[in-house]
């Protein structure tokens, strides 16, 4: 069965900083890999999206990466700003299993001003 | 388009009621999920459809809960007889696969429901 870990549960960091988050899966036989973001009340916005032949998607500032074979991504945000708190959730489409998603349980992200 | 919209964005009911939650899908789109997110598990994928057709429903938690797509644009999720341990935010996401954005899931923003 797939589990999907994100350490740390929560993290603060100073506007400006650079920061990594990162996501583990114990199955490597990952279809792709999804990172969303979750404002507090909300639904859940879809950011980079990986296949597995890929190692990494870029947009804006947000670089995600993928190593299958170590059963690990990590979402690495630039210049972080205020608005980039949220909480972040990734999870894996398993190789196979159609349109099913497994979800991590997310990393609450604060930055402060 | 409008989105996924959920309705309604909140319920609050007392145990033993039947509760339908109701998704729109983006129009186009052939998948809808019904997701369940609490605290302590996180998010949970609970049924899944494929052309209205249910494919994979094994995380349904028990024969109280059923879900429906009568047609491409709406969808519902029942409960009867709804229980306090049921009180969770529940999301609907659609996706089409036929495009350049294969495999993004797009959420509403939830109904939070509470049962009393």
């Known amino acids: 069965k797939q589990e999907v870990t994100q350490i740390p549960a929560a993290l603060s960091v100073p506007e400006g900083e650079n920061l990594v988050l990162n996501c583990s899966f114990t199955d490597s036989a990952i279809y792709n890999l999804q990172w969303f973001r979750q404002d507090p009340g909300k639904g859940l916005t879809s950011l980079l999206l990986?296949?597995?032949?890929?190692r990494e998607q870029t947009s804006g500032r947000l670089n995600a990466s993928l190593d299958k074979s170590s059963g690990r991504s990590t979402l690495y945000i630039a210049a972080s700003q205020p608005g980039d708190s949220a909480t972040y959730l990734c999870a894996v489409r398993r190789f196979g299993g159609a349109q099913k998603l497994v979800f991590g349980q997310g990393t609450r992200l604060t930055i402060n001003p | 388009d409008a989105g996924v919209i959920q309705s309604p964005r909140h319920e609050v009911t007392e145990m033993g009621q039947e509760v339908t939650l109701r998704c729109k899908p983006i129009?186009?789109?052939?998948?809808l999920f019904w997701y369940r997110q609490t605290m302590m598990r996180g998010l949970e994928l609970l049924i899944y459809?494929?052309?209205?057709?249910?494919?994979?429903d094994s995380g349904m938690p028990e024969d109280r809960f059923s879900a429906k797509m009568p047609n491409a644009s709406f969808s519902t999720l029942k409960i009867q007889p709804s229980e306090p341990r049921d009180s969770a935010v529940y999301f609907c996401?659609?996706?089409?696969?036929?495009?350049?954005?294969?495999?993004?899931?797009?959420f509403g923003p939830g109904t939070r429901l509470t049962v009393l």
């Open positions: 129009s186009g789109h052939d998948y």
């Open positions: 996401a659609s996706t089409f696969t036929g495009g350049p954005s294969t495999d993004t899931q797009y």
């Open positions: 990986i296949q597995s032949s890929q």
């Open positions: 459809f494929n052309n209205n057709v249910p494919i994979d």
